[in-house]
């Protein structure tokens, strides 16, 4: 695939992003929403590895537009007090919900009253309870080596490969978040043998055809990021799944996370709504670094 198909993809679902940056707002009236903060924290997410892989690297004018007024909002909604008091004393969730600044950092960020946050966090005892939560603090630089990826791959999911048909849908997103983090969202290679590599590639393959059989937008669109993050995989199906994501994208610019949704809401131009925003909102920020991360291979 030539760069400028996923150049133009990125562009097309920052601009759905950047339009509906209202609904990423992480309250719910006066009061912080685990929801909304969950939407915010991959919103924060992209924009970050977004700004440290291209911005100022060769990025479109746009997209460096779009990186600009997405900061601005993370920042904005960052400062305000609500967030903070949120997670400053949720012993179980805190550090969760203290994702959006963690990516802040990553990008040199600091702010001293979510430091204070982070530390009376970690004296009740507050301790990361997944692999997004630990590899966001390692990317924060609060974890000083980055984790050991290799074992849990191994553990993970190497141990599918005689049985990849029994993966259900959690699982299947479970191994796809775990090669992002794996990789550093392509940033360097699994730290596995090439057969040990070829299997997991295999996994994945077996995952992405079923997706597109199901038409499940969502997964898909995580399993080829996935292939994108480890350059790897054959070039026809990746090919193939692309292309059906292209299919199934909205005239919005949006990418719904189904067959049955991408019916519902084929049609529809607006990037508002509370409906088309929970239903489009995930895959297409997820496509948007998908795109960027093969544009700049």
């Not at 990317?139 to 791959?153: D, F, I, N």
């Not at 990418?255 to 895959?283: K, Q």
Request: net charge positive.
């Amino acid at each position: 695939m030539n760069g400028e198909a996923p150049r133009r993809d990125c562009l097309v679902g920052a601009g759905w992003v950047t339009e509906s940056l209202p609904l990423f707002v992480p309250f719910e009236g006066t009061r912080p929403s685990r929801a909304r903060l969950k939407a915010f924290a991959e919103l924060s997410l992209v924009c970050a590895y977004l700004d440290d892989r291209w911005a100022g690297n060769g990025a479109p004018a746009r997209l460096a537009e779009h990186l600009s007024t997405w900061r601005e909002f993370i920042l904005r909604n960052c400062a305000d007090g609500r967030y903070v008091d949120s997670a400053r004393g949720d012993a179980e969730h805190g550090l969760y919900l203290m994702q959006p600044y963690l990516w802040l950092r990553a990008t040199g960020y600091r702010s001293q009253r979510h430091e204070e946050a982070i530390r009376d966090l970690h004296r009740i005892g507050c301790r990361p309870t997944s692999p997004g939560v630990l590899h966001s603090l390692w990317k924060a630089g609060y974890v000083r080596a980055e984790p050991e990826w290799s074992t849990l791959c191994r553990k993970e999911i190497l141990r599918w490969t005689d049985g990849v048909e029994s993966v259900d849908g959690p699982t299947a997103y479970f191994i796809t978040h775990l090669l992002f983090y794996a990789t550093d969202f392509g940033g360097h290679g699994l730290g596995l043998s090439a057969r040990e590599t070829d299997q997991i590639v295999w996994v994945v393959e077996r995952l992405l055809v079923r997706g597109l059989r199901l038409g499940a937008w969502d997964l898909v669109v995580e399993l080829l990021t996935d292939l994108a993050c480890l350059g790897a995989g054959q070039e026809s199906l990746r090919h193939r799944a692309a292309a059906a994501l292209e299919h199934a994208r909205l005239s919005s610019g949006a990418l719904p996370a189904n067959r049955d949704i991408e019916g519902t809401l084929r049609g529809t131009r607006s990037p508002a709504g509370g409906p088309i925003f929970a239903r489009c909102y995930h895959p297409t920020l997820v496509d948007v670094l998908r795109c960027a991360i093969i544009a700049k291979r």
